[in-house]
């Protein structure tokens, strides 16, 4: 009728009227009772029907974010999203199944609700089955699938954005770097090493004022994105005669934001300022200016010739543009040998638009032999700047946090999109056993599966952990065959652990050959890899010295056979022990001679 009718739009504007003001709040608001307020508002206008207002309240309810992870919740949500239509109801269904998640463990329905939620449109399900197609995961290996599916999210998610240079890099932080301490390049600035930078850089420290700028200007290190400190900092390093402060000033001057009013003619000022003393990025600035025609008229000669100083001196935006140019023919006679060429080395500086550009190049076989592997892991490289890596970051803060179901969920849904980085965090916090949401019967055979992925992707520690798996027999049956086949894998990456385990094998024999000439040969190699390995492999070698020892003795008759058979069996789980018994007495005994 027409009352129903009626009634039922405004119930629809209603609840948009929530789910507007719910998301407003969760923008601009830090404080934990606003956000709570937030999600009340968003309950409700879910409760109305509102169609984004459900998905948004779903994906806090499954990822746990502020708190509100509840599993079950979260899956009737997304199945009712699901029978609307809703393709972010189908890829976060998908990917319940694919982990067993709040319901079985079913890769097969998994790959079924992925497919319906691509055909829907939805960018993550596509690239995860790029990733699957591209490895084999569930279907068979097919690279023209995955180039079709990578192809489609890297121009639908990516290259506008980078074309805009809208920043989207996010630091990957890798939690067994971070609990071993094998990293010596900090994700994060520590607070006492910003207050000592701000403390130099109000001292005078210009290096220091670009440096903080950048992080500032880019929103890196932890540090919030703030294009007003960024502005002060670059300012004062220009004032000082800097001349990176001054490029970096044009470049924000040209680019315009909250903070700076766009300016060419300031942009213009700044890096001539930094061009006239040989800094690359003010000659690129001023390339780009006579490029576009800002400020300046539109002069190709001109703008060729910046770029060209610039690139010589190694800057990658300077490399792309030449790229640009040879790939247009903007100015210059059309060469896509010469674009591939700037291209390739501007990808190799880390510039990521050059980085899109090649893989269209080798997709379409453009100036370059047709390669559906390069472009394939080019567009895959492309589409992991996705907005969806902003995940990295809340993950780590969860697991910092405490809230480990909340950091598992959010790693494991990257680790589905092939994250590398995110497997091995995902395996990392199986193994830790203090997940909730899955049982314990289920930890281990997805940590090996997501060891084993990350493996695939030239990770040598979890090439390792993959080793030892199998060799003890956690998530799957003990295989000393196949554990062998993976330490010596993991060998050729100079992994002392793995020269380690794999001199044991050839110790013992166990899945290969009783060699003991190259278990020594192992030991020691494991020894002049890693000085930590040095201890080890002492009390092996002392070991290995002892058995051999015996086993002479044996052959001379000194011991009978049926005794030393009985005698390894008995000290052979403890001889490390033993061993360090027997050093501790003769120091003892050494120092009481003294």
């Given at each position: 009728?027409?009352?129903?009718?009626?009634?039922?739009?405004?119930?629809?504007?209603?609840?948009?009227?929530?789910?507007?003001?719910?998301?407003?709040?969760?923008?601009?608001?830090?404080?934990?009772?606003?956000?709570?307020?937030?999600?009340?508002?968003?309950?409700?206008?879910?409760?109305?029907?509102?169609?984004?207002?459900?998905?948004?309240?779903?994906?806090?309810?499954?990822?746990?974010?502020?708190?509100?992870?509840?599993?079950?919740?979260?899956?009737?949500?997304?199945?009712?999203?699901?029978?609307?239509?809703?393709?972010?109801?189908?890829?976060?269904?998908?990917?319940?199944?694919?982990?067993?998640?709040?319901?079985?463990?079913?890769?097969?329905?998994?790959?079924?609700?992925?497919?319906?939620?691509?055909?829907?449109?939805?960018?993550?399900?596509?690239?995860?089955?790029?990733?699957?197609?591209?490895?084999?995961?569930?279907?068979?290996?097919?690279?023209?699938?995955?180039?079709?599916n990578y192809r489609k999210v890297a121009y639908l998610e990516v290259a506008d954005k980078l074309k805009k240079n809208e920043d989207m890099l996010v630091e990957k932080v890798r939690l067994v770097e971070k609990s071993e301490n094998l990293s010596s390049n900090n994700d994060f600035l520590d607070w006492d090493v910003h207050q000592y930078y701000k403390f130099l850089a109000d001292r005078g420290d210009t290096q220091i004022q670009v440096y903080l700028g950048q992080l500032h200007l880019a929103g890196r290190k932890g540090l919030e994105k703030d294009h007003s400190k960024a502005f002060y900092y670059f300012l004062k390093a220009a004032k000082a005669g800097n001349t990176h402060g001054?490029?970096?000033?044009?470049?924000?001057?040209?680019?315009?934001?909250?903070?700076?009013?766009?300016?060419?003619?300031?942009?213009?000022?700044?890096?001539?300022?930094?061009?006239?003393?040989?800094?690359?990025?003010?000659?690129?600035?001023?390339?780009?200016?006579?490029?576009?025609?800002?400020?300046?008229?539109?002069?190709?000669?001109?703008?060729?010739?910046?770029?060209?100083?610039?690139?010589?001196?190694?800057?990658?935006?300077?490399?792309?543009?030449?790229?640009?140019?040879?790939?247009?023919?903007?100015?210059?006679?059309?060469?896509?040998?010469?674009a591939f060429k700037y291209f390739y080395l501007a990808s190799q500086n880390g510039q990521p638009v050059a980085v899109y550009y090649l893989a269209q190049m080798y997709a379409a076989g453009t100036g370059v032999f047709r390669s559906c592997q390069n472009a394939v892991e080019l567009y895959r490289s492309v589409c992991e700047l996705g907005s969806w890596s902003e995940k990295f970051l809340t993950a780590y803060f969860a697991y910092q946090g405490g809230n480990i179901d909340s950091s598992l969920s959010q790693y494991a849904l990257l680790a589905e999109m092939?994250?590398?980085?995110?497997?091995?965090?995902?395996?990392?916090?199986?193994?830790?056993?203090?997940?909730?949401?899955?049982?314990?019967?289920?930890?281990?055979?997805l940590a090996l599966l997501l060891w084993n992925r990350a493996a695939a992707q030239g990770n040598a520690f979890a090439r390792v952990k993959t080793g030892d798996y199998h060799f003890y027999g956690y998530g799957t049956n003990k295989d000393y065959v196949t554990a062998a086949i993976h330490y010596s894998l993991a060998v050729d990456h100079h992994i002392a652990q793995a020269m380690f385990n794999l001199a044991y094998m050839y110790e013992h024999g166990l899945g290969i050959p009783k060699d003991i000439h190259l278990a020594k040969r192992w030991y020691d190699l494991a020894s002049e890899t890693s000085p930590d390995a040095s201890v080890p492999v002492f009390l092996a070698r002392m070991k290995l010295e002892v058995n051999l020892l015996l086993s002479e003795m044996q052959l001379f008759k000194f011991i009978p056979s049926w005794k030393l058979s009985k005698l390894n069996n008995m000290l052979r789980p403890h001889w490390d022990l033993l061993i360090m018994v027997v050093i501790v007495i003769l120091l003892v005994l050494l120092i009481r001679n003294r």
């Open positions: 009728t027409v009352e129903d009718l009626s009634r039922r739009k405004k119930n629809e504007e209603q609840g948009h009227h929530l789910y507007k003001k719910s998301i407003k709040i969760l923008k601009h608001s830090k404080s934990k009772k606003e956000k709570e307020k937030a999600y009340q508002l968003l309950t409700k206008a879910a409760d109305m029907g509102h169609l984004k207002a459900m998905e948004k309240l779903a994906d806090a309810l499954l990822f746990g974010y502020h708190g509100l992870q509840n599993i079950t919740a979260a899956v009737t949500l997304y199945e009712t999203l699901a029978e609307k239509g809703s393709h972010k109801g189908q890829t976060a269904l998908g990917f319940m199944f694919s982990y067993g998640i709040g319901m079985e463990y079913n890769p097969a329905k998994a790959l079924v609700y992925y497919t319906f939620a691509s055909l829907g449109g939805n960018l993550i399900s596509k690239m995860i089955l790029g990733y699957h197609y591209w490895v084999g995961i569930n279907v068979p290996r097919n690279c023209e699938t995955a180039l079709t001054m490029a970096l000033l044009g470049k924000m001057f040209l680019e315009g934001s909250v903070a700076v009013t766009q300016s060419n003619a300031s942009a213009f000022k700044y890096f001539t300022m930094a061009a006239e003393k040989g800094n690359a990025v003010g000659l690129w600035g001023l390339g780009l200016l006579y490029f576009q025609g800002k400020g300046v008229p539109v002069n190709y000669t001109e703008a060729f010739k910046y770029f060209h100083k610039a690139a010589e001196k190694g800057l990658a935006d300077a490399q792309f543009q030449l790229g640009v140019i040879y790939h247009s023919g903007t100015g210059v006679r059309k060469d896509y040998k010469l092939g994250y590398e980085v995110a497997q091995s965090n995902s395996a990392y916090i199986l193994e830790t056993e203090q997940v909730k949401i899955l049982s314990k019967e289920q930890m281990y055979p």
